[in-house]
């Protein structure tokens, strides 16, 4: 079982729509990021969170850390969100090891 | 100019070739890192460094060598290229923990790389 899920691994959106993506993490953390990665490979960093919640934007990333999961939500969906976003967690007593998550592959239609 | 700049962008090979891909960045970060992509699977360390003189493997290593020239630059080597190095390569950095404040990571472009 990898130490990172995400749910689903590909969402197809109708644009305007919200979108809900999904983490789960079986190790204690310091932190979790949510990274955005389109077509032609280059990674963004949306947000890094140990707690709680955080929102820039349509985007907002929320944190469980006693269930241990996170979602990304997208609100007002658009074709520019199409892209893979990705779960990664900094180990609790690490001070560099990142896990990453699969990704979650999500298109939104016009 | 990109905070983190990976060259070449694009780049085909043959098996048994040296190839060195490079990072620099001017994000003033002590803390850089090369991970692999593959297809299906997350991304994964191959080496990290902490500053010039902290040079540490990652979970996939072997085949690979990596050089800190100075705290902006730091490149990975294939010494032999074999075609299941064939991936799409990130450098990344991150800064030090100052107190116990986590700070976020700054990725590259990316460099596909395809051993023929």
């Known amino acids: 079982k990898n130490e990172v899920e995400q749910s689903p691994q590909n969402l197809t959106a109708q644009e305007g729509e919200f979108i809900t993506i999904n983490c789960s993490y079986s190790v204690g953390i310091s932190a979790l990021h949510w990274l955005q990665q389109h077509p032609g490979g280059g990674i963004v960093s949306l947000f890094m969170l140990s707690s709680g919640k955080k929102k820039h934007g349509r985007l907002i990333a929320t944190i469980n850390i006693q269930e241990k999961h996170s979602s990304l939500h997208i609100t007002a969906s658009h074709p520019r969100d199409s892209a893979v976003y990705i779960c990664a967690v900094r180990s609790a007593g690490s001070n560099y090891k990142l896990t990453f998550g699969k990704g979650t592959l999500l298109t939104v239609n016009p | 100019d990109a905070d983190v700049t990976q060259t070449p962008r694009n780049r085909i090979t043959k098996t048994g070739k040296r190839i060195m891909l490079e990072c620099s960045q001017t994000k003033g970060h002590d803390r850089m890192y090369w991970y692999r992509q593959d297809p299906g699977l997350g991304l994964r360390l191959i080496y990290y460094s902490f500053d010039v003189k902290d040079i540490n493997k990652g979970e996939i290593s072997d085949g690979y060598s990596v050089s800190r020239q100075a705290q902006a630059k730091f490149s990975l080597s294939l010494e032999s290229a074999i075609p299941n190095q064939t991936a799409l390569y990130f450098c990344?950095?991150?800064?030090?923990?100052?107190?116990?404040?986590?700070?976020?990571?700054?990725f590259g472009s990316g460099t596909r790389l395809t051993v023929v």
């Open positions: 990344a950095t991150s800064d030090r923990d100052r107190g116990g404040t986590n700070y976020g990571y700054t």
